[in-house]
């Protein structure tokens, strides 16, 4: 039997036992709750009562040379560039590929008698509560490294489409109102262990990451320019503390207004450029908590957005924005006019349809600005909300409803994500029944 070493939290004095490693020190191999920085242990409540996770997105402008210098002349920088670009295009296309064939075979070794259902009142069967089992385990690990993916990449791709599966497995085998997911322009997970970040020159104004790409060492220079002096204190400690630095990204962006890769679609179509854009996401130390004591309560009627009410208070805060039901609406019923024009009975070659999948396009990316843009600034203005009135806790009751077709999840995933950001908790309930209390009254 293996030697123990019993850890303790710094925070709230939990404590755990750990094997012991080779140096002498606990391994926190597989503890997926505890973490350890600077010289004490945290439990995976205090860490994150103390750290919260920021990502920031830097756009790729050149590469350096192996030993992590500029290159001598133009000319072995375009030739760098170009093996650069093709090792990036091999490894997109083999992610893709590995991504597509691992949620393909979960999808086969799911086991639907595993599925608990039960009748309604009126003999529909309905899934139970709890009644959907564990996510089936495949050994995808060998295949997607014979696929000349580096080995952590894999890990980080398979942990990828496990979590997006695991999301959409009730509405695939239970509503049967979707299909298993297409993975297209998957962004490619860089290891952790192969990345350092740098600075260039001592002006600090251009990032170096060391990554490694198709099992080859790249140097990349990252450049930021807007919000770029927000930002810098945070990469500036990524850079003296690594440890902080979670993970890594590199996939490819559609570009506007300025020269870049020029890309086509399949089957033709417009051109349109790209830019090759890098995303770190890393630890971030938290503000210091004020003194709050109110309570905010956030309510979702069937009139309004949200109505917000600080407890103690009468007069509450209605959020409306009826221009985005608007767009909603519109957006989906052009969606719907464009699938009529493209049925069966009018036999279009793929060549008559590639105006209007060009046109669909477009109007799903712009919809998706829109929707995006909404999220950001409704989250905001609820947080910023919430600290001006001095409140220590949100309770959510219910999701957003009064627009069809409106990404819920992703909403309040940007409100938890904001509210953790200023130190404020939140809680998310069902909303009360109304039922009842007509029982009650």
Not at 58 to 74: A, F, I, Q
Not at 294 to 322: C, K, M, Q
């Amino acid at each position: 039997m293996s030697e123990t070493i019993k850890i303790k939290c710094c925070g709230c004095d939990t404590e755990a036992e750990r094997p012991k490693a080779k140096d002498g020190s606990a391994s926190l191999k597989g503890a997926a709750h505890w973490k350890f920085y600077g010289d004490a242990y945290y439990c995976r409540k205090c860490w994150h009562r103390e750290f919260r996770v920021l990502a920031i997105t830097m756009t790729v402008s050149g590469t350096l040379n192996e030993n992590g210098e500029p290159h001598g002349d133009k000319d072995a920088a375009g030739e760098a560039r170009k093996r650069f670009n093709h090792n990036l295009s091999w490894a997109w296309h083999q992610s893709g590929l590995a991504a597509n064939w691992l949620v393909t075979q979960l999808a086969a070794a799911e086991d639907l008698s595993l599925w608990e259902f039960e009748s309604d009142e009126n003999g529909y069967p309905h899934l139970k509560k709890g009644g959907m089992p564990p996510l089936p385990k495949i050994n995808g690990y060998k295949i997607v490294t014979e696929m000349g993916i580096d080995p952590n990449s894999a890990t980080a791709l398979q942990q990828t489409v496990s979590k997006r599966y695991a999301k959409e497995r009730f509405e695939i085998f239970v509503r049967r109102t979707r299909s298993l997911s297409n993975f297209r322009n998957l962004p490619y997970p860089l290891p952790k262990n192969g990345l350092k970040l740098r600075w260039l020159d001592e002006d600090n104004k251009t990032v170096v990451l060391r990554c490694r790409i198709n099992r080859q060492i790249a140097w990349l220079k990252l450049f930021r320019k807007e919000n770029f002096r927000q930002q810098k204190g945070i990469i500036a400690s990524w850079i003296k503390d690594p440890l902080l630095l979670s993970q890594c990204a590199i996939y490819r962006e559609e570009k506007h207004g300025r020269p870049g890769q020029s890309r086509k679609a399949a089957g033709g179509g417009n051109e349109y450029t790209t830019k090759t854009v890098v995303k770190l996401v890393g630890w971030v130390r938290k503000k210091a908590r004020q003194a709050r004591e109110n309570i905010l309560v956030v309510s979702f009627p069937a009139d309004s957005f949200l109505t917000a009410v600080v407890e103690g208070r009468e007069d509450p805060w209605r959020y409306h924005n009826d221009h985005i039901g608007r767009r909603i609406g519109a957006h989906q019923k052009r969606l719907a006019r464009l699938s009529d024009d493209q049925k069966f009975e009018r036999r279009r070659r793929t060549r008559d349809r590639q105006p209007i999948n060009d046109y669909r396009e477009i109007a799903v990316k712009k919809m998706q600005r829109v929707l995006d843009s909404f999220i950001h600034e409704s989250t905001a203005h609820l947080a910023n909300f919430a600290a001006r009135h001095q409140v220590s806790q949100v309770i959510a009751e219910g999701e957003p409803r009064c627009f069809p077709r409106f990404p819920c999840f992703q909403w309040m995933e940007k409100l938890q994500y904001k509210l953790n950001a200023l130190g404020i908790d939140l809680i998310r309930r069902q909303p009360p029944d109304p039922t009842e209390k007509e029982a009650n009254v």
